[in-house]
Structures are given as C-alpha cells and as structure tokens.
C-alpha cells in the first residue's frame, strides 16, 4: 500500500538550534512528496514540495527538505528554529490509484523552546 | 494560489441533525477535495468534488452521509447528515491551483470545527 510515515509525534527544539522532522514513504512509481503546517486553529498551508530535480528543496520561512530516494525519506529541515515555528508539520504523497489524490502522514508536532 | 473560505468556522451541533458547510474560492479551480481531521488525528480524504457530476468517496465514505454539491467552479458544500458523536472533527475544503493533478500543491481553508453532542 503507498503510504507516509512520520516517525515522530512530537519533536522539541531549543530556539536557535537545527530541527528535523523525519518523513518516510512508500509509493509505486516516482514520489511526489510535500511538506504542510498546521497553526493552531488555522488551516494547512504548503511549505515546499519535491517533484524531481535537485534532492534539497528550499521552501518557505527557511525550511528545506532532503529527498533520499535510497532510504525512501524526505526529511524536513531549518538551520536555526524559531519558537514561532512550534507548529503541527504534516508530509504528504500524491498518488494514483485511479485519480490522482493526496495522502497524508499522521503529523509531527514541533516545539521551539525560547 | 488561492483564497478559501469556509462557513462556518465552528458549530456545536445535536446528534441526529445534519450540518452543511459551505466552501468558496476566490477563483475558479478544477479540482477540489473534503478533508476531515478528526481530533489529535493527520487528514482523511473523504470525497472529491465534481463540478457538474456526483462526487467521487473515498473508501469509508457515503454520498447518504456526506452529500456534495459542487454547482460551479468557486463553490462547493458538504453536508454531514444524521450526526453523531463520531463526527466530531475538523472538516477542510482544498483545492489544487497551479501545478496540476500530479505536482501541484493543495490550498486549505481554516476548517469546519464541528462538535456533535
């Protein structure tokens, strides 16, 4: 079955320090994965996208994303967290089973501790 | 990109009441989706909106429980018919813009947040 997994329900920081929030797939043909966040009480918005090309993808308010095809993960990454990021990620696949449509991982939960 | 608005933004409904929500977009799209997000839980598609035809569920999912309208290519409503506590959940609109079916990235709205009692 194609599916997302994230690892991780919950993910703590220290402001300033690196964040990663780890994303796993597995889909038939190419992957087409994305990055989404959650504020509380507002709905998701797109933070970047990994179609084909470079492995590192850069999106918005400084995060980037790292496509490994051999350990099947598109990670998601920001050098310096902001207690402004504490937020609930979601990765996602786009598949085709007879439609093209968009499953999503169960989320990860970030806080950034001032 | 586009500009999604849905009503209502919550709602506190009875069991064995139906509840519509409505979605509107700024601009005309193609395709569009029902999410539900049920609490502490990620997205489950329900169903995608059709304009002009019946709306095509998800495993799961029945037109009888969660009837969908989509009259033209900014509007659409999902209904959520005889409620019950189970329904509880956050209820989201989107819609694919630019990009295409295959790469192209999902606009939410805020949700729905329905309560049932």
């Known amino acids: 079955a194609q599916s997302v997994a994230q690892p991780e329900d919950q993910v703590n920081v220290a402001e300033g320090n690196p964040l990663t929030v780890k994303c796993t797939y597995s889909?038939?043909?190419?992957?087409?994965l994305f990055w989404y966040v959650q504020y509380p009480n507002r709905g998701l918005q797109f933070l970047l996208k990994y179609i084909t090309g470079d492995n590192l993808v850069k999106g918005s308010y400084g995060f980037e994303a790292e496509f490994n095809k051999s350990q099947t993960s598109f990670h998601l990454k920001k050098p310096s967290a902001l207690v402004s990021d504490s937020a609930l990620y979601f990765c996602a696949v786009r598949v085709n089973t007879g439609g093209f449509k968009t499953i999503f991982g169960a989320g990860t939960r970030l806080f950034v501790k001032a | 990109s586009a500009v999604i608005s849905q009503k209502p933004s919550r709602d506190i409904c009875q069991r064995g009441t139906s509840l519509t929500i409505q979605c509107q977009v700024d601009?005309?799209?193609?395709?569009m989706f029902w999410y539900r997000q049920q609490p502490g839980q990620s997205l489950t598609l329900i169903a995608t909106?059709?304009?002009?035809?019946?709306?095509?569920?998800e495993s799961g999912f029945v037109i009888d429980k969660f009837p969908i309208s989509r009259p033209n290519l900014t509007f659409s409503t999902l209904t959520v018919s005889n409620m019950s506590p189970e329904d509880s959940s956050i209820y989201l609109c989107s819609v694919l813009t630019s990009g295409g079916p295959i790469t192209g990235e999902l606009f939410f709205g805020e949700g729905s947040r329905l309560t049932v009692l």
């Open positions: 909106a059709n304009q002009g035809s019946e709306a095509t569920y």
């Open positions: 601009s005309q799209v193609t395709m």
């Open positions: 889909v038939s043909g190419n992957p087409y």
